[in-house]
């Protein structure tokens, strides 16, 4: 350990008068050296280790899909920062009762799926798809080109990345919608919210797309039912969680001809399994949960800055992305 590192970690334990602020690492799948090394550095104040069974009780967690075997264990805790915006995978698991769950609120993955919403969105209005298989196939082709107006954008879920793509949305005159649970105010968008809502924004969008937290109330949300209800010509986006969306539905509603396709960056399984029909269905793109990836330097950054605001006796209600366990997000 350098030796300033040393040094500050000697005032910041003199300073309180007690051990060392502990904070154990359990991402899965996630290569955890440079986020400890980054999260050592952000918290020099701390002991920062990866957790493994039988490890001592840490003070705060930095997570991604733990073990049930995790939480079991780890009974001290005053706080829990998931890497990610969705806690659906912390939903199903035991937590201690009152245990702070904080998700991550930006750490640049909004700007990523204004992005990759647009790209989606433009690609379908500009119709680039069928441009690319004429072009495969030698033929110079026009198309004559479509009108805005009739393609109205549906976005599920206006929180922090909803909210952003809504509003990207905007800048190149589609008409937007968004839906959400309960009612917001977003400038320029007609905002729907609720289950008395739902239908009416359907009925109103030609191009939707799935931002919802995954909870048992959005869970299979995009099934038939629901789909039925777009524009006849719908195109659907979901980067939001495959579980939100009935597979065999959407199919059907594409090769009925009610839906002109959907472009698909989560799934129930993944990776998607070789021989899931998405693959090659020729009106399904499908990209490998590549919507909004976390920033490791942004995201450490911003958990450093909250355990330290708590350390200093910020109250849990004042720090940004406090999960709501009855509602899941």
């Not at 955890?32 to 003070?59: F, H, K």
């Not at 433009?122 to 082709?141: L, T």
């Not at 479509?146 to 905007?170: Q, S, T, W, Y």
């Not at 629901?226 to 969306?245: C, D, E, T, W």
Request: charge should be neutral.
């Amino acid at each position: 350990m350098p030796l300033a590192i040393r040094w500050l970690k000697a005032q910041s334990c003199s300073n309180w008068g007690h051990r060392l602020m502990r904070v154990t690492f359990c991402c899965v799948d996630t290569n955890a050296q440079p986020w400890l090394e980054g999260l050592r550095a952000a918290l020099p104040q701390a002991d920062v280790e990866l957790w493994t069974p039988g490890a001592s009780l840490a003070d705060y967690a930095v997570v991604w899909a733990p073990p049930q075997t995790f939480f079991d264990e780890q009974t001290a805790l005053q706080g829990v920062f998931n890497i990610g915006a969705g806690v659906d995978a912390l939903m199903k698991l035991r937590l201690l009762e009152g245990l702070p769950v904080v998700r991550l609120d930006d750490a640049g993955m909004s700007v990523q799926m204004a992005e990759y919403v647009c790209h989606a969105v433009i690609r379908h209005f500009r119709q680039f798809d069928a441009y690319d298989a004429d072009v495969a196939g030698g033929k110079w082709s026009f198309r004559k080109p479509r009108v805005r107006a009739d393609f109205p954008v549906g976005v599920m879920g206006l929180g922090v990345l909803g909210e952003r793509v809504a509003l990207a949305l905007k800048q190149f005159d589609f008409p937007v919608l968004g839906w959400s649970r309960s009612a917001k105010t977003i400038d320029g968008v007609q905002c729907f919210s609720g289950t008395d809502g739902l239908d009416d924004f359907l009925a109103a969008t030609r191009i939707l797309v799935c931002l919802l937290p995954l909870t048992p109330e959005t869970e299979n949300i995009l099934n038939h039912s629901h789909l039925s209800k777009l524009l006849a010509g719908a195109y659907v986006i979901n980067v939001a969680r495959g579980a939100h969306l009935v597979d065999d539905d959407l199919i059907s509603l594409i090769d009925s001809g009610h839906l002109a396709g959907a472009t698909l960056d989560v799934f129930r399984q993944e990776p998607l399994p070789p021989a899931h029909p998405f693959w090659r269905h020729p009106k399904i793109t499908v990209t490998p949960h590549t919507s909004a990836r976390t920033l490791r330097a942004e995201s450490i950054a911003q958990i450093a800055g909250k355990i330290q605001a708590l350390q200093g006796g910020a109250a849990i209600a004042s720090i940004a992305g406090v999960v709501d366990m009855k509602k899941g997000y």
